[in-house]
């Protein structure tokens, strides 16, 4: 509208001195909307880098055909599946033209590839418009840090909800409850599992108990546990010497893979079937004891394995409760049993003191007889 002479547009945000470039372009060439690339040396970059700092908010840049072509070639490098008839545009014009316009957090610029300058008014204009999506672009990090505030504040409700289960943990029963609210809070963060736990792992004999909520392929989902040989698959082979390592791991299963691993599993635990055409992205956090672990339909980003680590950090302290109780359970057991033994001894050592006793108190003239016993109820 305004006949300006722009054949391409964008800008550049998070800047960084000779750090990768992040541009959104526009272009009637088929190049992509979005590019990230490394720093490169050109005439361009450096007169970026000393604008910012120097302070200068404009300048132009003007190459002829050759400093147009090899700035051209570097930068289309980073820009792959490109038609070869837009880098055939970019490198035939005879050279190009371009002012750029910067502020504190977006940089804008135009370009024409005739090569003619623009004009003092045309680049005035250009910067109002950059005033514009500075004001704009300051409202989108604005709106992105509530966003990321609002998520976090997410996050920690789901985490607090797994703390206290884990908390109001009274008995080693409990611990499948704690990690079927863990299942439950991992999809609401729409990180979805196939199924998600805790293990043991048994050194000497190489076994690991499980405690896990599994999904169905119907959706449904169900608290199982048991005992697996750590063993027999590479996967199972891994898991136990990244244990040892104390070590991530993320193994993938998919296809034929599925079926052989789960062919081992089945037989010891009843895992639910699993579709042989799905992908099975697997993430396991080591800690002293065991590990916690978590089976999803999609692989991870780094945002989503930050949240699951934070999960699993939680669920380390849930697992240290667990085996703090068990082993409460165990000492109990082990003092009801030798209550139960001791008033079992003080019976028989009473009744063998009745024995002793006759049955009927002897009868003589002249003389009364009473007697009283009282057994021993300490020894």
């Not at 880098?87 to 370009?111: M, R």
């Not at 978590?294 to 692989?299: L, S």
Request: with cysteine; glycine share 4%; net charge negative.
């Amino acid at each position: 509208h305004l006949k300006i002479n722009v054949d391409h547009a964008g800008f550049v945000v998070d800047y960084t001195p000779k750090g990768d470039w992040h541009f959104w372009i526009a272009d009637e060439q088929d190049i992509p909307s979005k590019i990230t690339h490394p720093y490169f040396e050109s005439v361009w970059a450096n007169q970026f880098n000393e604008a910012k700092e120097k302070g200068i908010d404009l300048f132009t840049t003007n190459l002829n055909f050759e400093e147009k072509n090899k700035f051209y070639n570097e930068l289309l490098s980073y820009v792959p599946g490109l038609p070869e008839a837009s880098k055939d545009f970019y490198l035939n014009c005879p050279g190009l033209a371009a002012t750029t316009v910067l502020f504190d957090n977006v940089s804008l610029y135009i370009e024409n590839f005739s090569g003619i300058p623009y004009s003092d008014e045309e680049n005035n204009t250009l910067m109002r418009f950059g005033k514009v999506f500075q004001q704009t672009y300051t409202r989108f990090l604005d709106l992105q840090k509530a966003e990321e505030q609002a998520r976090e504040a997410q996050i920690e409700a789901t985490l607090e909800r797994v703390r206290s289960k884990a908390l109001a943990m009274y008995n080693t029963n409990d611990l499948s409850q704690t990690v079927s609210t863990f299942f439950k809070e991992l999809k609401s963060l729409n990180v979805l599992p196939w199924r998600c736990g805790v293990g043991q792992i048994n050194e000497k004999t190489k076994t690991t108990f499980l405690t896990t909520t599994s999904n169905t392929i119907n959706g449904e989902s169900f608290e199982v546990s048991g005992t697996l040989q750590q063993e027999g698959h590479p996967v199972l082979d891994d898991i136990f010497e990244h244990w040892k390592m104390q070590k991530e791991y993320y193994p993938v299963l998919h296809g034929d893979d599925i079926r052989k691993y789960y062919a081992i599993i089945k037989p010891q635990i009843a895992y639910p079937k699993y579709p042989l055409d799905a992908v099975q992205y697997g993430h396991f956090i080591f800690v002293k004891e065991g590990f916690v672990f978590a089976w999803t339909e999609n692989k991870l980003s780094e945002e989503e394995l930050g949240i699951f680590r934070r999960f699993a950090s939680v669920l380390s302290l849930t697992y240290r409760r667990y085996l703090d109780l068990n082993e409460a359970e165990e000492q109990n057991r082990i003092i009801q049993a030798d209550n139960e033994r001791k008033t079992k001894e003080l019976e028989e050592a009473r009744q063998l003191q009745l024995s002793m006793l006759p049955k009927k108190l002897p009868k003589l003239p002249n003389l009364d007889i009473a007697v009283y016993m009282k057994t021993a109820t300490e020894v």
